[in-house]
């Protein structure tokens, strides 16, 4: 069985730094593509950012693209998020994912639906 379960959330004033985390159980990460999701009272779930089983291809949103960075530890099999200028705009709940099925692969996804295992998620709210 595998787990996601991300850390690190919190309440952060606008303009601050966060860092997730992600740790994986149950499975080697290492050859997986991991995503990071987010959802926003009242909205739905959008992609934020995803990252290649060995970092050579990464993906942003535009709206965090040069604030938010996405990193893997694989020896860790963890997944990072980390999260700079943040805005009140950026107020969500934090999930990451694993896409199982693209292994080693150059490709990353932005689809929620090629998302095959999920977190619990964790809260960020960031004050103006």
């Known amino acids: 069985q595998v787990q996601l379960v991300e850390s690190g959330g919190g309440l952060v004033q606008a303009g601050g730094s966060l860092r997730l985390s992600c740790a994986v159980s149950g499975r080697t990460l290492s050859s997986y593509v991991m995503g990071w999701f987010r959802q926003a009272p009242g909205k739905e779930r959008e992609f934020v950012a995803a990252i290649n089983w060995n970092g050579g291809s990464i993906y942003y949103t535009d709206s965090v693209k040069g604030r938010f960075t996405i990193s893997r530890d694989n020896a860790k099999n963890t997944v990072y998020l980390q999260m700079n200028s943040l805005k009140p705009e950026d107020t969500a709940v934090y999930y990451c994912?694993?896409?199982?099925?693209?292994?080693?692969?150059?490709?990353?996804?932005?689809?929620?639906?090629?998302?095959?295992?999920w977190g619990q998620g964790t809260q960020v709210t960031v004050s103006s």
């Open positions: 994912a694993a896409d199982v099925r693209k292994r080693y692969s150059d490709l990353v996804s932005d689809h929620q639906y090629e998302y095959d295992y």
